[in-house]
């Protein structure tokens, strides 16, 4: 990345922390009644938790809006905050993939084979998968209590990383959930990037 990009890329990552911050006041003090959750009022990370389960389009379905104007600025903040997001995600698998085809061609010159460019794509999906999938799901498994099974959290995981969140598997914890949401929002990216890499070699064979 250039200076440039990069600056642009620190702008938009600051721009959206402090825009889901924002936005956790905002809807927690809106929402802030006895009957917005089942185990009482909103705490700001409810707040923060309902802002990232929006812009990252997964939206599990355990925060939900109650009052009228709560709903009415979502309609607008959110939308914005997916567009923000997005921008800063689409920067970062720019950089990934420059990174891919650099690297590529290094390893091009030295072995002259287009099988060297599949093998580095399923290296990538194995780390990733390793990373986004069995890493999160190991840490979720072993400190987080909830009596689920290893196989429940891998589907929450899948869950979170399709942006699917169809909410039969939920971690009640909002800092946790904000985590593995974010995280798994990149996961979905890296993969995302590993696709483009993979149809730039089609094509290019």
Request: net charge neutral.
């Amino acid at each position: 990345m250039t200076a440039n990009k990069i600056a642009i890329f620190v702008g938009l990552f600051v721009l959206t922390i402090l825009y889901v911050f924002l936005g956790g006041l905002v809807f927690t003090f809106i929402e802030n009644e006895d009957n917005a959750l089942p185990y009482g009022k909103w705490e700001f990370s409810d707040g923060v938790y309902y802002v990232i389960q929006g812009i990252t389009t997964i939206g599990y379905g355990d925060r939900l809006c109650r009052s009228g104007l709560g709903k009415t600025i979502s309609m607008g903040y959110i939308p914005l905050g997916i567009l923000l997001l997005f921008s800063l995600l689409f920067l970062f698998s720019n950089a990934l993939l420059s990174w891919f085809h650099s690297f590529d061609q290094k390893l091009q010159k030295s072995e002259r084979s287009k099988f060297v460019s599949f093998g580095l794509v399923l290296f990538a999906v194995i780390v990733a998968l390793l990373m986004f999938w069995l890493l999160p799901a190991v840490i979720i498994y072993t400190f987080y209590d909830d009596n689920w099974t290893f196989f429940e959290t891998l589907y929450f995981v899948y869950a979170t990383i399709i942006t699917a969140g169809y909410g039969d598997y939920v971690i009640r914890s909002s800092i946790w959930c904000s985590i593995a949401m974010i995280y798994e929002v990149m996961g979905a990216t890296v993969f995302l990037t590993i696709a483009r890499f993979s149809f730039g070699i089609l094509e290019r064979n």
